[in-house]
């Protein structure tokens, strides 16, 4: 079984793909990180040279490989589910888990992260604000009707949330607590 995390940026699905698979004792993959380790190059690379229907492309064969395996804990990128053969992939690997968390949340911790200039680019340019707005609302069906249940994420800790996530999807932690 597959255990998918899907989400809109910095919703955690990083952060929680270590927690659950450490929990488990599972592998854990980050699809993005896939995807730069194959194409050699930063996601805002990739956008920039290569343009967003060849990340895409290449997102999808990620998605697709990682989805063939088992025990598996898969962070996968925001946009991973737009595309109907990943929706189907993760669907038929396992359990979908979406992790939402509110606009002013998504902000707030993309300003904290170091990590999202390099590798996060924008997806359009309306500015952050505007932006998380129009890609939840686009993207909020499709994350709703793939995922098998869904954990709000605001003001909640890791460790909590991993519980959660654990116990809904009816697995057994190794960890003692």
Known sequence: MLLTL????????????????ERL????????????RRA??????????????????????????LCRRDRLVLATGGGAPLRPESRRA????GKVVWLRAEPLAILARLEDDDWTADHRPPLSDSGPVREIMQFLQARTPIYQELADMVIDTDARKPDELAEEIIASCNLQSKVVT
């Not at 004792?25 to 730069?36: H, L, R, T, Y």
């Not at 993760?90 to 690997?93: D, K, L, P, Q, S």
């Open 25 to 36: 004792g599972w592998p854990w993959a980050d699809s993005d990180d896939e995807v730069e």
């Open 40 to 65: 050699g190059k930063s996601i805002a690379r990739i956008f920039a040279e290569d343009g967003e229907p060849a990340f895409r492309e290449l997102e999808a064969a990620v998605i697709a490989d």
């Open 90 to 93: 993760m669907r038929e690997a």
């Open 6 to 21: 899907i989400g809109y940026r910095a919703t955690g699905k990083t952060t929680l793909a270590k927690l659950v698979a």
